[in-house]
């Protein structure tokens, strides 16, 4: 073993702060909250290993390339092996060679080629009692309303691989996915796509919808004006609603409802994403669910029918989710792969954490690049969507991160396809 080479990869692995946290599983929280200050940026403060305290003392910064680690209380500190040492409960000094083998172990680091394998960062559990999630809204009579009207608009719109799609052309749409090497996984999941915007086939599809209106009600057995509001979310005039955001993913309740979508556009817009607009017919009263908002996570309704004992993925996004079920089927993994509709759509209430009570919780968002203000929304989500995980009653919660260089799982999944895959 080269000790000088493992000691180098094990400081190099906790060289960041925010690494050392996770990796060495150091505690950040306060007793008292009244007490909480936040650490300059790109340090880290963290209860002392060395010492026993309700709050946190222990600063940990990155200074000339190497992690350095000094409690303001007691006093103590040094090195990225001496805070792992303590956070480890190991002495250094009466055995140092087997102490650096544990923290290479703890850390993964292999000792014969010092290499630092990329861990699946677990977060820590937050010291709170456990808590009900809220669920969701169930399924109610304007849900189904919209979900009828989705479905005639997904069977029209089906992506069928062709220039033509029944009455509308859809080839730009099919390019898209087929670029990005998602288009037999569109077909598969169920995808649809808008006609083009001021097309005859885009009026044609409103008037259509709009003469569905009296059956669908009576099909259902609720009021025609909550079918009508319904379709006021959908449609605007003679056309859709943002007709530019063409590629249509459905949403499904856990009981396999049809009951909202979210709509894209294919191009690189801020507001790429669109759910439906919450416009209300007069004298409705209130439904018990709307139907516009996506409350449940894209792939809800494959949960029931998973062994009771998979794993829960969580996914930034149905694109990503749909991408993540597909790389588990092709390597024979069975997970319930959940995609919330966004980092935003993550409920207060945690209620999207349900799934991962009794399991072990995957976090799988974006690793983004920070934004104007220097934050990373895929990371906070994280954060956010561990701690719910945790408080639900998951077994364990591990955050994964796409394949180095790549934002999301999307992306990677885009660029492992070769040429020719892409082109077929």
């Given amino acids: 073993m080269n000790l000088d080479g493992v000691i180098a990869a094990i400081k190099q692995a906790l060289a960041d702060p925010r690494d050392a946290v996770r990796e060495l599983q150091l505690d950040e ?146 390019d898209y ?94 507001d790429k994403y669109r759910v439906p607009s919450s416009e209300d017919a007069p004298n409705v009263a209130a439904r018990e669910g709307r139907g516009r908002s996506c409350r449940w996570p894209y792939g809800a309704e494959r949960f029931a029918a998973a062994p009771k004992d998979a794993p829960v993925v969580y996914c930034e996004g149905p694109i990503d989710a749909a991408v993540f079920r597909h790389l588990d089927a092709a390597a024979g993994r069975v997970r319930v792969v959940l995609g919330p509709a966004g980092v935003g759509s993550w409920p207060l209430d945690g209620g999207h954490a349900l799934f991962a009570t009794g399991r072990v919780a995957f976090i799988a968002t974006d690793a983004d690049e920070p934004n104007g203000q220097g934050k990373r929304p895929g990371e906070i989500a994280a954060q956010t969507w561990g701690a719910d995980a945790w408080r639900a009653g998951a077994l364990d919660v591990v955050r994964l991160l796409p394949p180095a260089g790549f934002k999301d799982w999307g992306a990677a999944y885009a660029a492992a396809r070769s040429p020719q895959e892409a082109a077929a």
């Avoid at 340090?43 to 190497?66: F, I, M, T, Y």
């Avoid at 000792?111 to 456990?130: F, G, Y």
């Fill in 29 to 174: 929280t306060f007793a008292d909250r009244r007490k909480r200050t936040r650490p300059p940026a790109g340090q880290a403060l963290v209860r002392c290993p060395w010492h026993g305290e309700k709050n946190p003392s222990c600063a940990l910064k990155n200074q000339g390339g190497d992690l350095v680690a000094f409690c303001r209380s007691c006093r103590q500190g040094g090195d990225a092996i001496a805070l792992a040492a303590a956070s480890l409960g190991l002495d250094v000094k009466s055995a140092f060679v087997e102490t650096v083998k544990r923290i290479a172990e703890a850390v993964r680091v292999n000792i014969e080629t010092m290499e630092h394998r990329p861990s699946r960062r677990r977060e820590r559990a937050p010291e709170r009692a456990p808590f009900a999630p809220t669920p969701p809204a169930p399924i109610g009579a304007g849900d189904r309303a919209f979900g009828a009207l989705a479905a005639l608009v997904l069977a029209r719109g089906r992506l069928d691989g062709g220039a033509y799609c029944n009455d509308v052309e859809i080839e730009d749409v099919c």
């Fill in 177 to 270: 996915l087929r670029g990005r090497g998602l288009l037999d996984i569109a077909r598969a999941e169920g995808w649809g796509a808008l006609p083009p915007a001021g097309s005859v086939a885009g009026r044609a599809w409103c008037g259509m919808l709009r003469d569905a209106v009296p059956s669908i009600a009576a099909d259902l057995d609720v009021d025609a004006a909550i079918v009508a509001a319904e379709l006021r979310a959908i449609t605007r005039g003679e056309g859709f609603e943002t007709p530019d955001h063409r590629l249509v993913i459905p949403f499904r309740a856990p009981d396999g409802s049809l009951y909202t979508w979210q709509r894209r556009a294919f191009d690189d817009r801020p």
